[in-house]
């Protein structure tokens, strides 16, 4: 038997038609009853009013009984089912644990979002706990320490009595700020305040420093789009510094915001270049980075690399790590012509990304597969904008394409100031020179390049030597920082290396935090078991070979799943030298 109008149709197509069939429901409006007339009749169904002989009621039906009902919600155990309850002994402990593998560049937190990172950020967030112990402090911090003589507390520093000797101050503040945009626009009068009539008021205006567009290279608002494509894109991103120069192509701003906006991404730092500097200096520089951020040496060269096995290794223990995912994707940021595009290359085996000693050759970013489970992508180079650097800074860090530069010579200071003038000697054969301009006609008149009348072209010598000593025919490099006392500091202990001692980067855990490791599932398994990968490797059968090791121990490792450590640690050198 159907129902409503199916059930109608049926009779009325057997004949069945007559008194029954106005008792067919159809579906439409009331065909179901509602909550609330449900309710009205199950409270009818509770029973009559009961009556005496002279029919008076002697006590109420349910629905007539002015008695109000118990208001209690019946407790249920499922309200505590996701909720743990720790001393706070062990809750301190706890954040303790974790703010130091958190803190540590080397060690790895996972399964983040299942942890209550709340406790673990503590200070960072606006939120639940920092809100509440704000809270706290304000109630429990006596008065006598908060205000009165003997306060401890921090007041802020106005510099002003009243309200208004603060108003005088900031309007001369604004008189100041004024003068010197005066000033800047007549020196240099290419500032960039808007001057058509009337578009902007002086006020509107901002203090820049004067400089030649062509400085402003990778500092473009689409460059920076291609940055942050790529960032969003990356599982790991590895930030590429020139080593004859680490802390000039460091873009601390990027670092910061990967810190800040998207924490569970990895940085790690290669020090790409390093044929170019002594192995003391590229040791001494990774032992200094590898403080903030895991730090490799490389050299780029599909024939001739360096460092390409550890990297390859570290990849493969970052994809590990997201064993859950398909694939993890690497992108490749840093100063522009640092080398990113040369380490893809040298990762392949073969020119896959276009590569040439100029900067700005990589255009918008690209995607490149290493094996199945790691995708690589390039980056255009990018430039934080910043006004302590001088356009010197800037064209000797190689941002700039050396042929756009007007009047080269100006730089050739600073670039002898680098250089030993031994290596000038040595490399240009000359040597009895006094000054900058002397050096440059010397040189001009040595490999014959006059201008008319036998003028020396000190132009075109100037752009030989910034060219020269920027693709590394002039060596040069900074020094790295000295550690005081002259001896390592320890902290990252057992994680220097140097180069021609090899470590193996491995993955181990750590001892899981000491209270809620069980409630948390962060058992120490060996989940991290890394497979070595040399710097022989043979890329191209690597790929059918190595990714099916890759996933039988992924198979391993899915039933292990979810017992996988919160932290691992990169490394047990840590620094990923390896022997040359
Ligand atoms: N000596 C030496 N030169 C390198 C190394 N890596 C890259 N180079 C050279 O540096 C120049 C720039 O390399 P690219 O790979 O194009 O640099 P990039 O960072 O991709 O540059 P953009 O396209 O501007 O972002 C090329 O001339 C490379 O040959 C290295 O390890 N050693």
Same mark, same amino acid.
């Given at each position: +038997?159907?129902?409503?109008?199916?059930?109608?149709?049926?009779?009325?197509?057997?004949?069945?038609?007559?008194?029954? +069939?106005?008792?067919?429901?159809?579906?439409?409006?009331?065909?179901?009853?509602?909550?609330?007339?449900?309710?009205?009749?199950?409270?009818?169904?509770?029973?009559?009013?009961?009556?005496?002989?002279?029919?008076?009621?002697?006590?109420?039906?349910?629905?007539?009984?002015? =008695?109000?009902?118990?208001? %209690? *919600?019946?407790? =249920?155990?499922?309200?505590?089912?996701?909720?743990? *309850?720790?001393?706070?002994?062990?809750?301190?402990?706890?954040?303790?644990?974790?703010?130091?593998?958190?803190?540590?560049?080397?060690?790895?937190?996972?399964?983040?979002?299942?942890?209550?990172?709340?406790?673990?950020?503590?200070?960072?967030?606006?939120?639940?706990?920092?809100?509440?112990?704000?809270?706290?402090?304000?109630?429990?911090?006596?008065?006598?320490?908060?205000?009165?003589?003997?306060?401890?507390?921090? %007041?802020?520093?106005?510099?002003?009595?009243?309200?208004?000797?603060?108003?005088?101050?900031s309007a001369k503040m604004h008189d100041t700020y004024l003068e010197r945009l005066e000033q800047a626009k007549l020196l240099s009068g290419t500032s960039r305040v808007k001057e058509q009539a009337g578009e902007a008021a002086p006020e509107d205006a901002v203090l820049t420093k004067a400089q030649e567009p062509i400085f402003s290279k990778g500092q473009s608002k689409r460059i920076w789009n291609e940055l942050y494509k790529v960032i969003d894109s990356s599982d790991v991103v590895i930030h590429v510094l020139d080593a004859r120069d680490p802390l000039g192509t460091r873009c601390r701003s990027v670092e910061k915001y990967i810190r800040?906006?998207?924490?569970?991404?990895?940085?790690?730092?290669?020090?790409?270049?390093?044929?170019?500097?002594?192995?003391?200096?590229?040791?001494?520089?990774?032992?200094?980075?590898?403080?903030?951020?895991?730090?490799?040496?490389?050299?780029?060269?599909?024939?001739?690399?360096?460092?390409?096995?550890?990297?390859?290794?570290?990849?493969?223990?970052?994809?590990?790590?997201?064993?859950?995912?398909?694939?993890?994707?690497?992108?490749?940021?840093?100063?522009?012509?640092?080398?990113?595009?040369?380490?893809?290359?040298?990762?392949?085996?073969?020119?896959?990304?276009?590569?040439?000693?100029?900067?700005?050759?990589?255009?918008?970013?690209?995607?490149?597969?290493?094996?199945?489970?790691?995708?690589?992508?390039?980056?255009?180079?990018?430039?934080?904008?910043?006004?302590?650097?001088?356009?010197?800074?800037?064209?000797?860090?190689?941002?700039?394409?050396?042929?756009?530069?007007? =009047?080269?010579?100006?730089?050739?200071?600073?670039?002898?100031?680098?250089?030993?003038?031994?290596?000038?000697?040595?490399?240009?054969?000359?040597?009895?020179?006094?000054?900058?301009?002397?050096?440059?006609?010397?040189?001009?008149?040595?490999?014959?390049?006059?201008?008319?009348?036998?003028?020396?072209?000190?132009?075109?010598?100037?752009?030989? *030597?910034?060219?020269?000593?920027?693709?590394?025919?002039?060596?040069?490099?900074?020094?790295?920082?000295?550690?005081?006392?002259?001896?390592?500091?320890?902290?990252?202990?057992?994680?220097?290396?140097?180069?021609?001692?090899?470590?193996?980067?491995? +993955?181990?855990? *750590?001892?899981?935090?000491?209270?809620?490791?069980?409630?948390?599932?962060?058992?120490?398994?060996?989940? +991290?078991?890394?497979?070595?990968?040399?710097?022989?490797?043979?890329?191209?059968?690597?790929?059918?070979?190595?990714?099916?090791?890759?996933?039988?121990?992924?198979?391993?490792?899915?039933?292990?799943?979810?017992?996988?450590?919160?932290?691992?640690?990169?490394?047990?050198?840590?620094?990923?030298?390896?022997?040359?």
């Amino acid at each position: +038997m159907g129902t409503g109008k199916k059930e109608a149709t049926r009779k009325e197509r057997q004949g069945k038609v007559g008194d029954g +069939m106005n008792n067919v429901k159809t579906k439409g409006e009331n065909f179901y009853r509602t909550a609330k007339k449900a309710k009205t009749l199950n409270m009818f169904k509770d029973g009559k009013a009961q009556r005496n002989a002279s029919g008076k009621i002697t006590k109420a039906a349910s629905y007539q009984s002015r =008695n109000k009902p118990k208001a %209690r *919600v019946e407790p =249920n155990r499922k309200w505590f089912g996701n909720t743990r *309850v720790i001393s706070q002994d062990a809750l301190s402990s706890f954040r303790e644990a974790m703010a130091e593998r958190a803190s540590d560049p080397y060690q790895v937190l996972l399964k983040s979002n299942k942890l209550p990172m709340s406790l673990v950020r503590d200070g960072e967030g606006k939120n639940g706990l920092k809100q509440h112990q704000a809270k706290m402090q304000v109630e429990s911090a006596p008065f006598r320490d908060t205000f009165g003589p003997k306060a401890q507390r921090k %007041r802020v520093k106005l510099g002003v009595g009243s309200l208004e000797d603060l108003a005088g101050e900031s309007a001369k503040m604004h008189d100041t700020y004024l003068e010197r945009l005066e000033q800047a626009k007549l020196l240099s009068g290419t500032s960039r305040v808007k001057e058509q009539a009337g578009e902007a008021a002086p006020e509107d205006a901002v203090l820049t420093k004067a400089q030649e567009p062509i400085f402003s290279k990778g500092q473009s608002k689409r460059i920076w789009n291609e940055l942050y494509k790529v960032i969003d894109s990356s599982d790991v991103v590895i930030h590429v510094l020139d080593a004859r120069d680490p802390l000039g192509t460091r873009c601390r701003s990027v670092e910061k915001y990967i810190r800040e906006e998207a924490p569970h991404k990895h940085l790690i730092f290669v020090l790409n270049k390093c044929d170019l500097v002594p192995t003391g200096v590229a040791a001494s520089w990774v032992r200094a980075l590898s403080k903030d951020y895991p730090t490799l040496a490389f050299h780029a060269s599909i024939t001739n690399s360096f460092g390409k096995g550890s990297l390859i290794q570290l990849l493969r223990q970052f994809s590990s790590l997201h064993s859950n995912r398909k694939q993890i994707s690497v992108g490749f940021i840093g100063y522009p012509n640092t080398g990113k595009s040369s380490i893809i290359n040298t990762l392949r085996k073969k020119k896959v990304c276009t590569v040439a000693p100029i900067p700005g050759e990589t255009k918008v970013w690209q995607y490149i597969t290493l094996m199945k489970r790691i995708y690589l992508i390039d980056c255009p180079g990018v430039v934080p904008p910043s006004n302590n650097d001088s356009p010197e800074d800037i064209l000797l860090r190689g941002v700039v394409r050396v042929e756009n530069v007007e =009047n080269p010579e100006q730089y050739i200071a600073a670039v002898l100031k680098k250089t030993k003038p031994s290596h000038i000697e040595r490399t240009y054969d000359i040597r009895g020179f006094n000054n900058p301009t002397e050096f440059l006609e010397l040189l001009a008149r040595k490999g014959g390049r006059l201008l008319k009348g036998g003028e020396a072209d000190v132009d075109g010598a100037a752009k030989m *030597v910034l060219n020269d000593f920027l693709r590394g025919k002039l060596p040069w490099f900074t020094p790295p920082p000295v550690v005081e006392g002259g001896k390592e500091e320890k902290g990252i202990e057992g994680r220097q290396g140097a180069l021609g001692e090899m470590g193996r980067i491995g +993955m181990h855990q *750590v001892e899981e935090p000491t209270i809620a490791a069980e409630d948390l599932n962060i058992e120490a398994t060996d989940g +991290m078991a890394e497979d070595g990968q040399g710097e022989d490797d043979d890329f191209e059968g690597f790929e059918d070979e190595d990714d099916e090791s890759m996933e039988s121990s992924e198979e391993e490792q899915s039933d292990a799943e979810q017992d996988l450590p919160i932290a691992a640690t990169i490394g047990d050198s840590g620094v990923a030298l390896e022997a040359g």
